[in-house]
């Protein structure tokens, strides 16, 4: 069970995401989950959060219509 939770949300971001995403991950000393919700992007975002699910155990990732970023990370906080 890790001990903190990371949750972020993302609307077409692609452009900056997989810089933001490599940020998070390099951190290390703790255990960590990365909930990454995509909140109805049109762009690359989904594509780009799944290929991170696959390769790292701790990358969740949320799909949902366009919320907007605080009904997204209420989500992601549940």
Not at 21 to 37: K, M, P, R
């Amino acid at each position: 069970m890790p001990i903190v939770s990371v949750v972020m949300s993302v609307y077409n971001g692609a452009q900056h995401l997989e810089d933001t995403i490599e940020s998070v991950l390099a951190n290390s000393g703790v255990e960590y989950e990365f909930i990454i919700i995509n909140d109805g992007s049109s762009d690359e975002s989904l594509n780009i959060i799944q290929n991170y699910a696959e390769n790292y155990s701790q990358v969740k990732v949320i799909d949902q219509e366009n919320m907007g970023l605080t009904n997204s990370l209420i989500t992601g906080c549940h």
